[in-house]
């Protein structure tokens, strides 16, 4: 079963620091999102992607943060310069068509990658 | 405001029982809707999703959708410890956009 990786799983950082999340979406799927979830809270959205663009963001993504599929098969999630309300979980995850059907509705999530920002 | 609203719960039910999770939504332009399992500390994992009106089963679960009252509730036969976990409701308001709005989830525990 094809599935979103994600590295790495785990990232500490000093506050000011950049930082660099990776993503490997599901083959031959066209959209490309990031969530992220502080610990206790809600899942929130931050971003899609499209076609090499940005189609959406939330009030969150800010110009801290910026998106990039350097290539063929990854997709990152950049921030600039970290705050300590930047920790949380950092979601990837994907939708489109894909071999054996599957709505492009559905998005399917990567396990994540837990950034502490000291 | 545009919310989507759960219990959050705990949700008691024994080994067997029917579980019933609810989720309502305020923006009457979503026309989407998912239901996504997650386990303490992992990642949501899509279970259903659901776009018109009435039932849809899948397995032991069927998501059910009034698109008029604004609900979206899930309903799991044949309850198993494994199914403990914390069950996200997700809305998506169509015509271009993509972004899920979660509920905050509703925590259910399956008693052996």
């Known amino acids: 079963e094809p599935e979103v990786t994600q590295t790495p799983s785990h990232q500490v950082t000093q506050m000011g620091q950049e930082v660099i999340l990776r993503c490997v979406p599901i083959s031959n799927h066209l959209y490309f999102y990031w969530y992220r979830q502080i610990l206790g809270q809600k899942v929130e959205f931050l971003v899609s992607?499209?076609?090499?663009?940005?189609?959406?963001k939330s009030e969150i993504f800010d110009d801290q943060f910026s998106v990039e599929r350097p290539d063929g098969s990854n997709f990152t999630l950049k921030i600039r310069s970290t705050k300590l309300e930047d920790s949380a979980m950092y979601f990837c995850?994907?939708?489109?068509?894909?071999?054996?059907?599957?709505?492009?509705?559905?998005?399917?999530f990567g396990p994540g990658t837990r950034l502490t920002v000291l | 405001q545009k919310e989507v609203e759960q219990n959050s719960g705990p949700l008691s039910v024994p080994e067997g029982a029917i579980a019933s999770l609810n989720c309502t939504y305020s923006d009457r332009g979503s026309q989407s809707f998912f239901w996504y399992r997650q386990y303490s500390g992992k990642s949501p994992e899509l279970i259903m999703s659901?776009?018109?009106?009435g039932d849809k089963e899948d397995g032991r679960f069927t998501a059910q959708l009034n698109k008029a009252s604004q609900y979206v509730s899930l309903l799991i036969r044949d309850s198993q410890p494994s199914d403990s976990a914390t069950y996200l409701c997700?809305?998506?308001?169509?015509?271009?956009?993509?972004?899920?709005?979660f509920g905050s989830g509703t925590r259910l525990q399956v008693q052996p």
């Open positions: 992607f499209y076609n090499n663009e940005i189609s959406e």
């Open positions: 997700a809305v998506k308001r169509d015509t271009g956009r993509r972004a899920l709005t």
């Open positions: 995850a994907s939708s489109g068509i894909r071999a054996g059907g599957g709505s492009y509705n559905e998005q399917f």
């Open positions: 659901i776009y018109s009106n």
